[in-house]
């Protein structure tokens, strides 16, 4: 079955140090890039970070850049979220999320920019 | 940054044509995708490069990008599309998703 399963969230200090998993299953990790994003209490969604199928390249929201990692193992089929210095704003459910990836003239590339398949997230928040 | 302007609402009555808008500077330059989330649900893309629809998305949902706005159309609208309806595009290597419409049907 082609899934993605979330880990890892639960109540942390402001300041503190949080990392999410991200268990893939059912289809071939490494082709696709793979995106985080997150949905604070009642509002909209929120982009966070995006990495490529390689993991070469990474990309990140002004709001987490210097604070957040993202990487992933494809030996393992798992990607993370290193979450450093964490604010009561970044309090949400966070999601991630595959990119379907595109071919064309005869090449393919990891990163479509857009998400087909998401995981039922994991929330992470950040109080005192 | 690049932003993305959603109404926060839209109201459709059963069977009619809704209609949700997405603007954005010269929006359609870019591709533009829309998702569909209910309550405690995940987002699930209905609309993807302006107009193609997944498999297993209903033809009453559809989608067109020009000048600086994307619109999703559901045609003869079902109780059960009553959702958050989120368009997205990319920019400079960042993601961006519109503020959100709740579409009611009543």
């Known amino acids: 079955e082609v899934q993605l399963l979330e880990s890892g969230g639960g109540l942390v200090q402001p300041g503190g140090s949080l990392r999410l998993s991200c268990a893939a299953s059912?289809?071939?990790?490494?082709?696709?890039?793979m995106s985080w994003v997150r949905q604070a209490p009642g509002k909209g969604l929120e982009w966070v970070s995006g990495i490529s199928g390689s993991g070469g390249s990474t990309y990140y929201a002004d709001s987490v850049k210097g604070r957040f990692t993202i990487s992933r193992d494809n030996s393992k089929n798992t990607l993370y979220l290193q979450m450093n210095s964490l604010r009561a704003e970044d309090t949400a459910v966070y999601y991630c999320?595959?990119?379907?990836?595109?071919?064309?003239?005869?090449?393919?590339?990891?990163?479509?920019?857009?998400?087909?398949?998401w995981g039922r997230g994991t929330l992470v928040t950040v109080s005192s | 940054s690049y932003e993305l302007t959603q109404p926060p609402s839209v109201s459709v009555s059963p069977g009619q044509t809704a209609s949700i808008t997405c603007s954005g500077d010269k929006l359609g330059d870019k591709y533009a995708c829309w998702y569909q989330q209910k309550p405690g649900q995940s987002p699930v893309v209905v609309i993807y490069?302006?107009?193609k629809r997944p498999s297993g998305i209903p033809e009453r949902f559809s989608g067109s990008n020009s000048g600086n706005t994307a619109t999703l159309t559901i045609s003869g609208t079902q109780a059960m599309d009553e959702s958050d309806y989120y368009c997205q595009a990319w920019d400079s290597s960042t993601v961006v998703f519109g503020g959100g419409t709740k579409l009611t049907v009543l």
């Open positions: 999320a595959k990119d379907p990836g595109y071919c064309s003239g005869g090449s393919c590339y990891s990163e479509a920019w857009y998400f087909d398949l």
């Open positions: 059912g289809f071939t990790f490494s082709s696709y890039a």
């Open positions: 490069q302006d107009s």
